[in-house]
């Protein structure tokens, strides 16, 4: 079975802090993606990776940068996290048949 | 612009039939639907291509009109385990590869009681 794993369920951080959120896949998939979901907005796109060290923005990426130095890790950072930034985030790599694998979600509450 | 889902909500009793639409203003290549259920991790139910037949996940199938920039989800004879939130994730056209990229909906929330 594919695996995407998150660092932490629930995560709560200070206004200004830099925040690392990371995901790791075990598929040796090309593609990983970082969602955002809020009640009401669905899921939408932050930013996505389509091989090592190549990035793009996806339909929301101010305030968020990324990483992907290893294949199987994709890193969502925040640099200077702020209270609308609270929200359940999600990573998610791409399969075979261009479905998506999702993590668990990350919970973080910035105060 | 994401796509619309339709209704927001829709409340069942075991055994009765529901239909979730997805409406996109943009050419599509595939529609994707997901379904989430409470504290989980969205999960694949299937996909519709341009040009591609009907599919099914069990008693849930789905169609895809292409002129129309459309999708339906259908669910049969519905089962206390189908209740969650349903999306829809679009892919469009971008002139090379996508890399798997999708909009979502805004989700449609399904509860079924016995």
């Known amino acids: 079975d594919v695996k995407v794993t998150q660092s932490s369920r629930y995560l709560v951080k200070r206004t200004g802090e830099k925040v690392f959120l990371e995901c790791v896949q075990d598929m040796d998939h090309e593609n990983m993606f970082w969602y955002r979901q809020d009640p009401g907005l669905g899921l939408r796109l932050i930013y996505f990776s389509y091989d090592v060290k190549m990035k793009e923005k996806g339909d929301i990426p101010e305030g968020y940068s990324v990483s992907r130095e290893k294949k199987e890790r994709f890193s969502l950072i925040l640099e200077s996290a702020s209270t609308n930034q609270t929200s359940m985030y999600l990573c998610a790599s791409l399969g075979g048949v261009r479905e998506q694998f999702f993590g668990p979600g990350t919970r973080l509450t910035v105060l | 612009q994401q796509p619309v889902q339709s209704p927001q909500a829709v409340i069942l009793r075991e055994g009765e039939d529901a239909v979730i639409n997805c409406s996109s203003s943009?050419?599509?290549?595939?529609v994707h639907w997901y379904r989430q259920k409470h504290g989980e991790a969205p999960v694949f139910l299937m996909i519709?291509?341009?040009?591609?037949e009907q599919m099914r996940h069990e008693k849930i199938s789905a169609s895809f009109n292409e002129k129309k920039q459309q999708s339906s989800l259908y669910l049969t004879a519905s089962q206390l385990s189908y209740s969650g939130t349903y999306f829809c994730?679009?892919?469009?056209?971008?002139?090379?590869?996508?890399?798997?990229?999708?909009?979502f909906g805004q989700g449609t929330i399904l509860t079924v009681h016995p």
């Open positions: 519709l291509l341009k040009g591609g």
């Open positions: 994730g679009t892919e469009g056209y971008a002139g090379g590869t996508s890399y798997g990229k999708l909009t």
């Open positions: 943009k050419a599509l290549y595939s």
